[in-house]
């Protein structure tokens, strides 16, 4: 992960944005007290944010991970009339 001094960072802001947004690779901040930040794109934020959610409700990994098992073939079609 490429790291950065706060300096650099707010002289650079737009471009280290537009670096995160491009790569999708975080950056460091780091500063001389030890207490540094991470930077990430918003989209890697949200997508985080949905991992996080979705191991939270139980027995939603292992259906996603027994779904991905199953043959494309025998997938069934989406019927929205589909009483869940």
Do not use: F, H
Request: aromatic residues 6%; charged residues 25%; glycine residues 4%.
């Amino acid at each position: 992960m490429i790291a950065i001094s706060v300096t650099k960072a707010r002289d650079n802001i737009y471009q280290i944005l537009a670096d995160v947004n491009n790569s999708s690779q975080p950056i460091t901040i780091t500063n001389n007290r030890g207490k540094n930040g991470v930077l990430i794109s918003e989209e890697d934020w949200n997508a985080i944010q949905e991992t996080l959610y979705l191991n939270a409700i139980p027995g939603m990994m292992e259906s996603i991970i027994e779904a991905g098992k199953e043959p494309i073939e025998e997938c069934s079609v989406y019927d929205p009339n589909e009483e869940w």
